[in-house]
């Protein structure tokens, strides 16, 4: 199951809105015959695993990583491939979460004299699993916040500065994250104090993302550069009734080739100003099918999603530099906790060292399936 679980992983960037799953066949303790999903579209990574092992397949053991599924979707139902080798066995990690399957795929092979077992590995595949988990159950793409900042906690001078806090290393890291997403969403204040491409560069690049961007009053320059670009790489500005009313700059985007849409915005009150609602954002990225968002900014934008609980997971860049200043933003604005006790939880904290930059990926709760 763990070599299944490697092979799932290849699939990263390149199978969404569909799961990262492998399949590996063993027989007498040796392996037959492996497979796992390449691309969107694609074949299942049972039958990859099949094709593998040929008539190798009867008797065998199957690893799976996601419940066999049991649909005619676009491709036949692995169930019935599984069934026709003459697999005596199939090992599952985690159930399926998509209403077609859910539990379905596992009868229908019980049913056919298959033995079958759940929960091998289950909390690794759930956790590899957790953006189509997310997208499955709660019909929103998965979240991961994404800054650098300095040893202080500053992701910028007072200035507004930030070119370049964290190495070289580090941000080829946040290229490769932006080369596996499906959106990558900023505020409009981040757009006029940095102009960033957001587009993956220097890395390999999985898919293209959509550019994002939260502006409420519709400020985005028509001269920034990610507007300049709309032609070739898509650009949604996110906007809200007040935004949608200044008619002249939503067209001059428009005709630059971004696309305007207005959504519902927060409250705001004395403490904090109104903004596009991050619900609202999700809810419509969702309904284009996406599976993984990282938000990069600004820190009103990252806190008003953490205050909002739709963070799933954190990538934080944290350099050796001394920033200070009391006019040097740092990354989570928002209302923040009142008390410590209030904190999110970090279900799972990983560390990793990119020279001397530490990059700490925090998962705020574990995918639940
Ligand atoms: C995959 N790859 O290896 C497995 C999947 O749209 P379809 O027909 O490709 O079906 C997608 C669904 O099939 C997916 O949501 C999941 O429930 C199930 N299993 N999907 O793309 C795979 N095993
Ligand atoms: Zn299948």
Redesign the pocket.
């Known amino acids: 199951m763990q070599r299944a679980l490697l092979l799932a992983r290849r699939?990263l960037g390149r199978?969404e809105?569909?799961?990262?799953?492998g399949?590996v066949l063993v027989k007498s303790g040796r392996v037959v015959g492996e497979g796992?999903?390449r691309r969107?579209?694609?074949?299942?990574?049972?039958p990859?695993a099949l094709a593998a092992a040929g008539p190798r397949a009867r008797g065998a053991t199957a690893y799976?990583t996601?419940?066999?599924?049991c649909?005619?979707?676009?491709?036949p139902p692995?169930t019935d491939a599984l069934i026709a080798a003459g697999v005596a066995r199939v090992v599952v990690a985690v159930r399926?979460?998509?209403p077609?399957?859910a539990g379905k795929g596992l009868r229908q092979l019980r049913r056919a004299g298959i033995a079958v077992e759940v929960g091998l590995l289950g909390d690794e595949a759930a956790a590899l699993l957790a953006p189509?988990i997310t997208f499955?159950k709660h019909h929103r793409p998965y979240v991961i916040l994404k800054w650098a900042q300095s040893i202080d906690g500053r992701i910028a001078t007072r200035s507004g500065d930030s070119k370049w806090i964290t190495s070289a290393d580090s941000r080829r890291a946040a290229h490769a994250l932006r080369a596996r997403v499906d959106a990558i969403l900023v505020g409009v204040d981040t757009i006029r104090a940095d102009d960033p491409a957001l587009t993956a560069r220097g890395v390999p690049v999985r898919r293209t993302a959509l550019r994002v961007v939260m502006d409420s009053c519709l400020r985005t320059p028509p001269s920034a550069k990610i507007v300049r670009t709309a032609g070739t790489t898509p650009t949604l500005i996110c906007t809200t009734e007040a935004g949608w009313a200044r008619r002249s700059n939503r067209l001059q985007l428009e005709r630059a080739g971004c696309e305007v849409i207005c959504l519902r915005s927060t409250s705001g009150d004395r403490t904090q100003p109104m903004l596009v609602s991050p619900a609202a954002i999700l809810r419509e990225l969702h309904r284009r099918q996406m599976t993984n968002v990282l938000v990069e900014g600004g820190g009103r934008v990252l806190g008003s999603f953490l205050d909002a609980g739709l963070a799933d997971e954190a990538c934080i860049f944290v350099a050796p530099q001394l920033i200070g200043g009391e006019q040097a933003p740092g990354p989570l604005r928002g209302r923040g906790p009142r008390n410590m006790r209030e904190l999110p939880a970090l279900a799972a904290v990983k560390v990793r060292r990119l020279g001397d930059d530490l990059c700490y990926n925090v998962v705020f709760r574990r995918a639940s399936l």
């Open positions: 699939g199978v809105p569909n799961p990262m799953v399949c796992w999903h969107f579209g694609g074949p299942h990574a049972e990859n799976v996601l419940e066999p599924c649909h005619h979707g676009k491709t692995c399926d979460p998509n077609l399957v189509f499955q």
